[in-house]
């Protein structure tokens, strides 16, 4: 009887020691403490804003239904496109209806964000919930770089974008095509252009020789999504945003008008109309084997190897001619922008804080994160060293691994969107500029206007505080190139 | 109780029940303006902290905005081109559709459903039209060419506007045809008879007959078009968003971008009273030459 009531008494002690030792979580990953302290709120339901599109297909049709699954708390994906979600943010925030609990934000973003107060600093929570030892797994450039503000966790990187070159190596590598390169520029063609220099002389060959069956390359030259290829070549090219003394703005210097006289240039030996291309014109051109080479996002290379576009929600995708003629490379200029991405985060207004902290936290984790970026209908990019060197994810398709170790080269040498206050309003006077670009107008008169709507921005943010932001962001060692 | 009193406790109860609905439309017209007037006299953004009193200086800056007066510009560019094309077409169309032709019922139908369908609709399907890569209209223009013909529409500063009307008059000039087409059918015949018996030929009889027959319904017309071309926003924002750069940007689509997109609410509000005084004077001076406010 004694022996049994010690056995009672000494598993209640390892029972309460248990509990005491449970917030360090020791041996388990975090996916399994966030699923263990979620449950206790099983029959809640937390909302998350997501990107509309085959992004949020993610939570509804993985994530979602499986956090439910082991948590029993419902997810509610409210769907924004990308163009309005810092809008909606701001919005709910200001309007405080607790109606979004989590939430995908653009690293760019994030110190508006948090100056307006919108997001939840998410440090007592990465602690609360063990979390520190697996964001130490995520690629330096997107962990250190896109995830605190002022030295705090507000979002927790959780898409690797980066630009990527994708070229074909049929083309490229065809003898009469190097044989006419090597006759016209003197030198062997380079397999793949390392530099714009190389690139547009290749390019332009290709469309020579083929006449335009394929063409050398087609770009994105939609605005939207151009400005950020600006962003990239403009400081590959030696550009410098402001004058870190005066903050007068400098994307008028003779870099930005060589990009934009370059880009005016290249189009004559592209596909008619390139203008008008986006992600999707580009990505049908690239499928289709209209074109030889282009730059865009990360899924370019998985869905141009017939990655998943069976899957149904891919079935707009044009069904891709050149699966196993592709190779991958880092961008002329060798550092691409890390363009976009996403980190999630918890509103500030959430009346679900924890709940929706533990779901990020799943969602982010090693166990749960690796097979979202394998998700072939979602648009989640490799970001942890894990990612990029994933046996399963190698398998996938023939040439992964060199998609893969191109993706961690770029990660390595990727260089940042730029982060200061009020960055959406520097973005819109760069849209608007490639916009006229395309209507003709001249490149030099443009960037001018350019950089005085900047300084405009920069008098009505304050000169100190945004000298004090773009201070913060330029010493980050993946502002810039760094200096050969 | 005597006469005088009589009449002044009839006027205090007539007061008395009407100053409900006074008061309601006091609220619901005056209110906002208002309030947009308190807000653009401030410095609110939704990223900015500071809301301070700003006094007139979001107004000084809108003087100065060359962007605001180019879309003000194009604004009325695009209300002086589409409104009488709109009127002429949509008169011819009415005018048409007098005669007895066999299946009116049916054309007509046909010809009014551009007018019901949403116009960002209208603008993504006419954008998918003048696509250069796979829409149809620069195909057909390639097969009568017989070569290929890349037209951006959207992007070329020469096509932009022409791309932006013919979806904006396709889309409600059947609008106007409908207003006309019943007031022609309410027109009495025997007014153009015996036109025609005195000699008047078919211009002399519309011009002289017919048109001020069916003026009020023209005026009134070309005013609630007129009204809908001056807040234009979708079919262009669907078509080229306001660009290339800036060209086609609209007053609606400039209060858009500044309001919801650059988060400027205080200055959107000073546009938005802008606009607000410039229409009311605009409206009041259209409705007096006309003679209807009378």
């Known amino acids: 009887m004694m022996q049994r009531r010690r056995f009672f008494e000494a598993t209640a002690m390892a029972g309460a020691l248990a509990a005491l030792a449970r917030p360090s979580f020791a041996a388990e990953s975090a996916a399994k403490k966030a699923v263990e302290a979620a449950k206790q709120y099983a029959g809640t339901e937390i909302s998350i804003v997501w990107e509309a599109g085959l992004q949020a297909l993610d939570p509804l049709n993985f994530s979602g239904p499986l956090w439910e699954k082991e948590t029993g708390i419902k ?28 939430l995908n934000v653009i690293p760019a973003w994030m110190p508006d964000l948090v100056r307006a107060g919108a997001l939840e600093q998410l440090d007592e929570y990465v602690d609360k919930y063990g979390y520190r030892d697996e964001l130490q797994d995520i690629a330096p450039v997107y962990r250190d770089n896109q995830m605190t503000v002022d030295g705090k966790i507000y979002g927790l990187p959780d898409d690797g974008d980066v630009f990527i070159m994708y070229y074909r190596t049929d083309i490229l590598g065809d003898p009469e095509i190097q044989e006419a390169f090597k006759a016209k520029h003197g030198y062997d063609l380079p397999v793949p252009p390392k530099t714009w220099k190389e690139f547009d002389e290749v390019g332009a060959l290709i469309t020579e020789v083929t006449g335009g069956k394929p063409y050398g390359a087609a770009f994105i030259r939609d605005p939207a999504q151009g400005q950020f290829m600006f ?31 370059d880009w005016v240039a290249e189009n004559k030996w592209m596909p008619p109309g390139v203008e008008t291309f986006g992600f999707v014109e580009n990505l049908a051109a690239f499928l289709q084997g209209d074109t030889a080479m282009t730059l865009s996002w990360p899924p370019y290379g998985r869905w141009a190897a017939g990655y998943g576009t069976d899957e149904a929600a891919l079935n707009w995708v ?12 880092v961008t002329p200029g060798g550092h691409p922008q890390l363009a976009s991405g996403f980190a999630l985060s918890v509103s500030a207004s959430s009346a679900n804080k924890e709940a929706a902290y533990l779901f990020i936290q799943w969602l982010n984790s090693r166990d749960i994160s690796i097979q979202r970026v394998q998700l072939p209908f979602a648009l989640r990019d490799p970001f942890r060293e894990g990612h990029f060197t994933s046996e399963e994810y190698k398998s996938r398709w023939p040439e992964a691994p060199q998609y893969l170790a191109a993706l ?15 960055t959406d309003r520097y973005e819109e006077a760069i849209r608007q500029g490639i916009s006229r670009l ?6 030099q008169a443009i960037l001018d206007d350019v950089a005085a709507q900047w300084d405009a921005v920069t008098e009505r943010v304050g000169v100190d505080r945004q000298k004090a932001a773009y201070a913060d962001w330029a010493s980050k060692p993946n502002a810039y190139p760094p200096k050969a | 109780m005597t006469q005088p009193n009589v009449h002044r406790h009839d006027r205090r109860f007539g007061y008395a029940m009407i100053a409900p609905a006074v008061a309601i439309i006091l609220f619901i017209g005056l209110f906002p303006l208002i309030w947009t007037l308190l807000v653009s006299v401030q410095n609110i953004s939704m990223i900015d902290e500071d809301t301070s009193f700003q006094g007139l200086l979001n107004y000084q800056r809108l003087m100065s905005d060359t962007r605001f007066w180019e879309a003000l510009g194009h604004t009325l560019m695009f209300t002086a081109v589409a409104l009488p094309l709109e009127l002429i077409l949509g008169l011819a169309l009415a005018l048409l559709f007098l005669e007895e032709l066999p299946g009116r019922p049916v054309f007509v139908a046909l010809l009014v459903l551009p007018t019901v369908i949403s116009p960002i609709v209208a603008g ?35 096509f932009v506007y022409a791309a932006i009307l013919i979806a904006e008059v396709w889309q409600w000039t059947p609008f106007m045809f409908l207003l006309l087409f019943a007031s022609l059918t309410n027109v009495d015949p025997s007014l153009s008879e015996a036109a025609r018996i005195d000699g008047a030929g078919f211009w002399r009889t519309l011009w002289s007959i017919i048109l001020p027959v069916i003026r009020p319904v023209i ?67 259209a409705l007096k030459r006309v003679e209807i406010a009378r």
């Open chain 1, 75 to 102: 997810v509610k994906v409210v769907e924004v496109p990308t163009s309005e979600m810092f809008t909606k943010i701001l919005q709910e925030h200001r309007a405080g209806t607790g109606a979004y609990d989590a």
């Open chain 1, 231 to 261: 962003q990239e070549r403009f400081r590959n090219e030696g550009g410098i945003f402001f004058d870190a003394e005066t903050m007068k703005a400098q994307v008028n210097s003779p870099a930005g008008v060589k990009v934009f006289s």
């Open chain 1, 318 to 329: 044009p069904k891709s001619t050149i699966a196993g003629k592709v190779g991958y490379a």
């Open chain 1, 408 to 422: 961690q080269e770029a990660a390595n040498t990727g260089i940042l969107d730029l982060s200061i206050l009020q």
């Open chain 1, 438 to 443: 395309w209507s003709g107008e001249d490149p």
């Open chain 2, 124 to 158: 993504a399907a006419w954008r998918l039209l003048f696509d250069n890569r796979f829409g149809p209209i620069n195909q057909v223009i390639s097969w009568m060419a017989g070569e290929p013909v890349t037209i951006l529409w959207l992007n070329d500063p020469n």
């Open chain 2, 219 to 285: 005026v009134i017309a070309l005013l609630i078009r007129g009204l809908d071309l001056f807040r234009i926003f979708d079919v262009i924002w669907a078509l080229t968003k306001g660009g290339p750069g800036t060209r086609t940007e609209t007053i609606s689509i400039y209060a858009y971008v500044q309001g919801f997109q650059q988060f400027e609410t205080s200055y959107t509000a000073a546009m938005a009273f802008v606009i607000i005084v410039i229409l009311t004077v605009l409206v009041m001076a």
